[in-house]
């Protein structure tokens, strides 16, 4: 198992994601909202439902809920992946936001 980042660099790598997320999300055409508290990052939908990402500090996990279920991502090499099954944070993020908005959504790559 990988060593573990110290506490300053997850957090500045969870910044750099949710900055990306906002940004992303500000270009698309689609009715949310997107809301964050503390270490959390809520996305609303025009329906009530939610996509929430929350940043597991203890653990170095970014956690993704939604209605396909919960999904704990590990960084490797600058890569956001499932600790389960190894599928890429934005592959899983994108199903998820897809799924609350009806429609496909694609978002850019995430920065490196």
């Known amino acids: 198992?990988?060593?573990?980042?110290d506490e300053q660099t997850f957090m500045l790598a969870v910044e750099r994601v949710?900055?990306?997320?906002?940004?992303a999300l500000d270009e698309l055409e689609l009715d949310l909202d997107s809301s964050r508290k503390g270490p959390v990052l809520e996305i609303e939908f025009a329906d009530g439902s939610r996509v929430?990402?929350?940043?597991q500090t203890p653990?170095?996990?970014?956690?993704?809920?939604?209605?396909?279920?919960?999904r704990h991502f590990r960084?490797?090499?600058?890569?956001?992946?499932?600790?389960?099954?190894?599928?890429?944070?934005?592959e899983l993020l994108c199903a998820a936001l897809s799924l609350?908005?009806?429609?496909?959504?694609?978002?850019?790559?995430?920065?490196a």
Not at 1 to 5: I, R
Not at 52 to 55: E, G, Y
Not at 59 to 70: C, F, T
Not at 80 to 90: L, S, V
């Open 100 to 111: 609350h908005a009806g429609a496909a959504v694609t978002l850019p790559s995430p920065p």
């Open 1 to 5: 198992m990988a060593q573990l980042p």
């Open 52 to 55: 929430i990402l929350n940043a």
């Open 18 to 23: 949710f900055e990306w997320i906002e940004a």
């Open 59 to 70: 653990l170095r996990e970014l956690w993704l809920a939604s209605r396909a279920g919960g």
């Open 75 to 90: 960084q490797d090499d600058g890569v956001w992946c499932d600790t389960r099954t190894g599928q890429r944070f934005e």
